[in-house]
């Protein structure tokens, strides 16, 4: 019969572009997905952290500040990360660890205003010992958002201050203005008191 005379046919799958098209298109699902999967993690991990009262700090999540070698009172240069890492020198003070209580002399200055200080652990050695640098970032009312001055307020312990308007709110202009009604302020408190009028005007 003709039908046992015709050629025996195989049939085969796809050739060697049309499964490259494919698994290119499965890398390209699977790179979105993951993308997707970071993205979600770093907006619950922005989310959760701690950016002050009203979340007023969380514009500087992404922000780094520099301060030069010269403009700061030990001649090392620094470079402070609000919620990432605290260097000196590409040395590593340390990284964000959270809030911190602010400093009794910020605190008499804004008179019980919420907190406005991020301390900084788990920094490189500290010379030949086994003691980690630690930091402090304190945030203080300011025209303008820049890192203000770092200290080595002791060994292997760095302070840093930044201005910001981010830090000039309601309480804490009330408080500045009434310690000035009070009686002369000292020097950085007129400092102060003269970037709030400024700010709030």
Do not use: M
């Not at 770093?42 to 002050?52: F, I, K, Q, S, Y």
């Not at 981010?166 to 203005?177: G, K, L, N």
């Amino acid at each position: 019969a003709a039908a046992d005379t015709e050629p025996f046919r195989v049939a085969l799958g796809p050739g060697p572009e049309a499964l490259n098209a494919r698994a290119a298109e499965l890398a390209a699902v699977e790179a979105s997905a993951a993308n997707a999967t970071a993205a979600a993690a770093t907006a619950r991990a922005h989310l959760a952290t701690d950016h002050g009262p009203g979340r007023v700090f969380a514009s500087l999540r992404e922000t780094c500040f520099d301060l030069e070698s010269g403009a700061s009172a030990d001649d090392h240069a620094y470079k402070v990360c609000p919620y990432g890492r605290f260097e000196q020198d590409y040395r590593l003070v340390g990284t964000y660890g959270g809030w911190a209580p602010t400093p009794l002399e910020v605190s008499a200055l804004e008179a019980g205003a919420a907190p406005r200080a991020i301390r900084f652990v788990n920094g490189s050695s500290c010379g030949e010992s086994d003691v980690a640098r630690e930091g402090l970032l304190i945030f203080v009312c300011g025209n303008a958002t820049e890192l203000a001055k770092v200290v080595e307020e002791r060994r292997c312990f760095y302070r840093a201050t930044l201005a910001t308007p981010a830090a000039c709110d309601a309480e804490y202009v009330r408080a500045v203005r009434g310690r000035l009604d009070a009686g002369p302020p000292g020097a950085a408190a007129g400092s102060v008191a003269r970037d709030v009028t400024q700010t709030s005007t």
